[in-house]
């Protein structure tokens, strides 16, 4: 196949990318709420506008790395097999989220005042929540739009080598998630009592918020590399 005939292919699951990118929104509406709460010393009405900003810049940032890098494919394109072109737009998604992050950091540091103490923070939520997306969303889809492709050529298609690829994807989420929720355990038992009720209600409501998300685009995975 060509790039252009891979098109319609990188064009499918528009419904994923929209409630996925809003999915991503939320969890950095509630991160900025938090930041607000533990950091900011701004009025409630100036917060609540930033947080605003922030949780609809993270909305179209998302849709835009999703959507736009299908538009680039062209004839030009000239990869010998379809897996150098789906990279090729996973790529461009992908620095297109690592730049929608750096803004989105940016503007938390301003809702907190460029706080020291926010900045360290805040850098390693960002940090987990870039990944998440690239490997979580962005690599799934990878994967379901590669599985699409193969399953135009059933003699390419191992099973045991899907099962396997799912599988182990699986697990690393399991893995992960857990260490994850364990770390930010360890700073919720650490923190000065007075801090402890917001600070646990923030630990509890993102971790099971973002595993909920993960399992969700999991599900959407097997879902679509099952029809076939």
């Known amino acids: 196949m060509t790039a252009v005939e891979l098109i319609p292919i990188l064009n499918r699951h528009r419904h994923f990318a929209v409630l996925f990118s809003l999915g991503l929104a939320l969890l950095y509406g509630e991160e900025a709420w938090a930041s607000y709460h533990f950091w900011s010393r701004r009025a409630y009405t100036d917060a609540l506008v930033l947080v605003l900003v922030i949780t609809l810049v993270a909305f179209v940032g998302y849709l835009f790395s999703f959507f736009f890098p299908p538009t680039l494919v062209s004839a030009t394109w000239d990869h010998p097999r379809p897996w150098g072109v789906f990279v090729n737009v996973t790529a461009w998604s992908a620095g297109i989220t690592i730049a929608v992050n750096i803004v989105l950091y940016v503007l938390l540091l301003v809702l907190t005042e460029f706080d020291f ?112």
Do not use: C, E
């Open 117 to 228: 103490t926010a900045s360290y923070n805040l850098l390693r939520d960002v940090y987990v929540y870039t990944m998440f997306a690239l490997v979580f969303f962005h690599g799934f889809l990878l994967y379901v739009r590669y599985m699409h492709y193969l399953y135009t050529m059933p003699d390419y298609v191992q099973p045991i080598k899907v099962i396997a690829a799912s599988g182990g994807l699986g697990v690393l989420m399991l893995v992960v998630g857990g260490f994850l929720f364990l770390l930010d355990l360890y700073h919720f038992t650490n923190a000065p009592a007075a801090l402890q009720p917001m600070l646990g209600l923030h630990v509890y409501a993102r971790a099971l918020y973002a595993l909920t998300l993960a399992l969700a685009a999991y599900a959407w995975h097997l879902r679509w590399i099952g029809d076939h």
